[in-house]
């Protein structure tokens, strides 16, 4: 029997090691960690026959491992995987797996910097509006291997479609993914501590997209408006002038008389997404020209926005206490994505922020500040570089707070001593220093406002 190595003891890797062991493969799975948290899950896997370590560094050798499955959070560049692929082993990420299962079902893959959670779920909505079995799935939702586990021990009809959100790490270790409608939202810095350049990060994400057989691009990003000459088969969208885009109207979608024309036709009106945020019009356009590319009729495309609820993390309004609504953006997790945050809020805000700083440039982020903040609170080891960045920026209400516990009750305390409208958590950090996930951190602020503000 073969064996297969699956790293990482995530969601992603404990469906890729119980889709393996289903196909037939004898399976190990490695963790890095040896926390109390992971014995539960040891506990479970090895009860199905699936050997667990913990602690414990991949040592390859290709006479005891066939194939090693990679979970996203592992560098696709670690010394041990290079060795691997040296040695012939062959070396996958979890979503190439779960393509693997499910290459005879169309994907529709959602990529880029920000945005993609949004327009992956909007997707999903209307695709399953239209009575189409068509899981989210990626990062967000299921892992992909869940999925595709789920319709090989179903008895019921088959999936009709995979929407598949696809980070730059599961795009690196995909080698054969081939989606049917490829999207691409936005591209700006990020990430470049695992990929180094912006030149390889773009090359990673236009992977999936020349593997896609419809393209689909943000014309409103001018990263992406810049290089359309290399992307001759794409179709644009715009929420702004058409005209200054490549391609052509009726093979995109653009915003007319406040509706989202698609494909040259009035699909819905644009007010129907009850989302704030300039942004979320472009995900808008690009959900619809998906859904359209797809065959879905106007109708169930209507209903599916006109009853879309918002994505969790994503400017999730969590309570209104005395005028004041406290707002969790916690998703937001690069300064890109915290301007984009903050810039869709009524002013005057209290931010808070921080948590673990990427690299990226955060220039458009702090003029936002200045023109729609209050203060803001700092928490996380980025406390006291951002605070100094802001101070020389010019903007002074500054204060460290550390932990969310803390900037909770005094974001609230300062929102009516300065008549703010907003407490945001719009972080532009990753949450890894104080969190195992922006989803924790994000539950941890919903939780604590609801607690001393939502009755």
């Known amino acids: 029997m073969p064996t297969a190595y699956v790293m990482g003891l995530g969601r992603s890797g404990n469906a890729a090691a119980r889709l393996l062991k289903r196909d037939g493969w004898q399976v190990v799975v490695s963790d890095s960690g040896h926390s109390e948290s992971l014995q539960p899950i040891k506990q479970q896997l090895e009860a199905e026959g699936i050997t667990v370590l913990l602690g414990h560094q991949l040592e390859p050798d290709a006479s005891t491992i066939q194939q090693i499955v990679v979970s996203p959070g592992v560098r696709w560049d670690l010394p041990a995987l290079v060795k691997a692929r040296e040695l012939g082993i ?11 299962a499910l290459c005879q079902t169309p994907w529709v893959a959602i990529t880029g910097t920000n945005g993609k959670t949004t327009t992956t779920a909007l997707i999903a909505a209307i695709f399953q509006a239209a009575g189409l079995n068509a899981p989210a799935c990626g990062n967000i939702g299921y892992a992909a291997c869940e999925v595709a586990l789920a319709n090989a021990n179903s008895d019921r009809s088959s999936l009709d ?3 598949a959100e696809i980070s730059s790490y599961q795009i690196e270790s ?5 989606p049917t409608i490829g999207v691409w939202t936005t591209f700006t810095p990020d990430h470049l501590s695992r990929h180094y350049t912006l030149e390889n990060y773009y090359t990673i994400k236009a992977k999936l997209l020349r593997a896609s057989e419809w393209q689909i691009f943000n014309g409103d990003d001018p990263y992406l408006r810049h290089v359309a000459g290399q992307w001759q088969k794409a179709r644009w969208t715009t929420a702004s002038d058409w005209g200054m885009l490549p391609g052509q ?3 995109g979608a653009f915003v007319q008389d406040g509706w989202a024309i698609a494909l040259g036709e009035p699909i819905v009106p644009i007010a129907a997404l009850k989302m704030v945020g300039a942004h979320n019009t472009q995900n808008l356009l690009m959900a619809v020209l998906a859904a ?5 009729e106007k109708e169930a495309i209507a209903h599916a926005i006109a009853t879309f609820p918002g994505v969790p993390h994503r400017l999730e309004t969590v309570c209104t206490w005395q005028g004041i609504t406290f707002i969790n953006d916690s998703k937001a997790t690069n300064y890109d994505a915290a301007q984009v945050g903050l810039a869709s809020v009524e002013a005057p805000a209290i931010l808070i922020a921080g948590g673990e700083a990427k690299a990226g440039d955060d220039t458009a982020w702090i ?16 406390a006291p570089t ?15 707070v550390e932990t969310m516990d803390k900037a909770v009750p005094r974001a609230a ?8 409208k907003v407490v945001l958590l719009s972080p532009a950090c990753a949450s890894f220093d104080q969190y195992q996930s922006f989803e924790q951190r994000g539950d941890h602020f919903r939780q604590l406002c609801l607690e001393q503000f939502g009755r």
């Open 367 to 382: 003029e936002t500040i200045g023109q729609k903040a209050a203060a803001v609170l700092l928490i996380g080891s980025a």
């Open 292 to 296: 359209r590319l797809a065959g879905i």
């Open 249 to 251: 109207p009726d093979q």
């Open 174 to 178: 995909s080698s054969t993914l081939t």
């Open 161 to 163: 479609y995979v929407v």
């Open 386 to 400: 951002f605070a100094q960045r802001l101070t020389q920026a010019g903007f002074f209400q500054v204060e460290l």
């Open 90 to 100: 062959e070396t996958l990420g979890e979503m190439e797996l779960a393509w693997r």
């Open 413 to 420: 305390n300062l929102a009516q001593q300065l008549q703010a």
